[in-house]
């Protein structure tokens, strides 16, 4: 099973930058895809951002052009780069790691995001 650290959170304000980080261990992290996911209070986990080992990626409508996800396999670690945030980015921030439809890590604390003046 994959572990995972997610680490960079905190507090910003509106129109403020974060870059989220993902440290992965227990697999070959170059052939697994990999992805942040969020969960704001009372709203189920969403996909935010997710790289392919090949290096696609794939955004929500809600944060293109304003996050961008990338990894580097000599670290084993994937990121998520975050500008122009908004309040409604608030939530608590997850990666994990997929490979043929399935996850393969288990869903860590998280890292907490929160955009508020």
């Known amino acids: 099973q994959v572990q995972l650290v997610e680490s960079g959170g905190g507090l910003v304000q509106p129109g403020g930058s ?9 697999s070959i992290f170059s052939i697994n895809n990999m992805g942040w996911y969020r969960q704001a209070p009372g709203k189920q986990r969403d996909t935010v951002a997710h790289i392919t080992s090949g290096g696609s990626t794939n955004y929500a409508d809600s944060v293109k052009g304003r996050f961008t996800i ?16 908004k309040p409604e980015d608030t939530a608590v921030y997850y990666c ?22």
């Open 96 to 117: 994990n790691a997929d490979l043929d439809g399935m996850f393969l890590g288990s869903w860590g604390q998280g890292t907490q995001v929160t955009v508020s003046s």
């Open 18 to 26: 974060l870059r989220l980080s993902c440290a992965a261990s227990g």
């Open 70 to 85: 990338s990894r580097d396999n000599a670290k084993n670690t994937v990121y998520l780069q975050m500008n122009s945030l």
